[in-house]
Structure formats: C-alpha cells, structure tokens
C-alpha cells in the first residue's frame, strides 16, 4: 500500500516540479531550505500507543509527511510501546489497523490483537496466523470480543485531551522541525 502511494505521490510532484522549474526560468535559489510540502499543512500524522487502565502514552510515531497512511507508523509505535510494556494482554485499535501483517506483528508479540475487520474479509489467513486467531474469536464469542474492543475510545479521549491540551497548529516549517515541535 505504501509503495503505490509513494508511486502516486512522485507523480504528482514531478508534475509539480516540472511546472515550477519552467516558472523559474532556470535560476537557482540557494536560500534557506523549504518544506517539500506543496501547501501550509500545520498538522503533522501520530499513531499513539495509549495503556487503557492509566491513560498513559506508551508509544508515538510522528510523521509530518502526508503521503503515508496511518499503518506504515503503527511498527514503531508497536515497537516503543513494547519496550515499555513486553507482557501485553491484547492490542486495540481501528479499522484501518484490520489488515493480515498487522495482526501477525501483534500476535507474533504474544498479544491478542482486537481490529475491527473490514465488512468483506475472508478467513483465509495468507501466511498471518494472527488473522485466523483474531476472526475466530470474534465469530465464537462476538459480544465478549466486542466488548474488549470497546475498550478503544480510552484512545480516543487521550486524542482529545492532547488535542484541548495542544491544539494548536504547528508553526514550523521544515518537517524535522514539526516532528520536533509535535514530540514536545
């Protein structure tokens, strides 16, 4: 998925650069270095780690660049969140986290992983193990599955709580220095 993206995306800037380039008329600008994003985006993307009994953040990932989903920044959250907790009980998350590799990184960490599945999954497991375990559970027991998951919007008031707290838009620039300004 992050591949086509990028393959779109470098379209889109070719075609951007190469517009830009017949406006300059061939001068070179050796300013100070500029933002590669097109327009003034003041949000940068963070897939959080959050533990549902304290609220507490255990895991970020930031990435000011808008060209990549949300499930190319969950690993390193995973990963974070691990190192603070290595005997994890089960991991929640969206829908958008409902794919095979995914559930085979959680279950493959002794985790019970609770993505709510897209409406035309299969139980075809395609090499993840973690998908199977997770769709079984979900079809033998829905309401008990349904109610672990549930624990999910604990995240959702730790977005919204930063959100009050730091609502702002990020006044930098450079994306080196929105990811600096968003981990602060």
Same mark, same amino acid.
């Given at each position: 998925?992050?591949?086509?993206?990028?393959?779109?995306?470098?379209?889109?800037?070719?075609?951007?650069?190469?517009?830009?380039?017949?406006?300059?008329?061939?001068?070179?600008?050796?300013?100070?270095?500029?933002?590669?994003?097109?327009?003034?985006?003041?949000?940068?993307?963070?897939? &959080?780690?959050?533990?549902?009994?304290?609220?507490?953040?255990?895991?970020?990932?930031?990435?000011?660049?808008? =060209? #990549?989903? %949300? *499930?190319?920044?969950?690993?390193?959250?995973?990963?974070?969140?691990?190192?603070?907790?290595?005997?994890?009980?089960?991991?929640?998350?969206?829908?958008?986290?409902?794919?095979?590799?995914?559930?085979?990184?959680?279950?493959?960490?002794?985790?019970?992983?609770?993505?709510?599945?897209?409406?035309?999954?299969?139980?075809?497991?395609?090499?993840?193990?973690?998908?199977?375990? &997770?769709?079984?559970?979900?079809?033998?027991?829905?309401?008990?599955?349904?109610?672990?998951?549930?624990?999910? =919007? #604990?995240? %959702? *008031?730790?977005?919204?709580?930063?959100?009050?707290?730091?609502?702002?838009?990020?006044?930098?620039?450079?994306?080196?220095?929105?990811?600096?300004?968003?981990?602060?």
């Amino acid at each position: 998925y992050a591949d086509k993206r990028q393959k779109q995306n470098s379209k889109k800037n070719y075609k951007k650069a190469k517009s830009a380039s017949s406006a300059k008329d061939g001068q070179a600008d050796d300013s100070f270095p500029k933002s590669n994003s097109v327009a003034k985006m003041g949000f940068s993307y963070a897939v &959080m780690g959050v533990g549902v009994q304290y609220k507490l953040i255990s895991g970020i990932s930031i990435s000011p660049d808008h =060209s #990549i989903g %949300e *499930t190319t920044m969950f690993p390193e959250a995973f990963g974070q969140t691990l190192d603070c907790h290595p005997h994890l009980d089960g991991i929640l998350g969206d829908g958008i986290y409902g794919c095979r590799w995914i559930t085979d990184l959680v279950s493959g960490n002794h985790a019970t992983p609770y993505f709510l599945p897209r409406s035309n999954v299969t139980f075809k497991s395609k090499g993840a193990l973690g998908w199977y375990d &997770m769709l079984y559970s979900l079809w033998e027991d829905p309401q008990g599955w349904l109610e672990e998951y549930h624990m999910r =919007s #604990i995240s %959702e *008031t730790v977005n919204s709580m930063v959100k009050c707290r730091f609502g702002a838009p990020l006044r930098k620039r450079l994306e080196s220095r929105k990811e600096t300004e968003t981990r602060l």
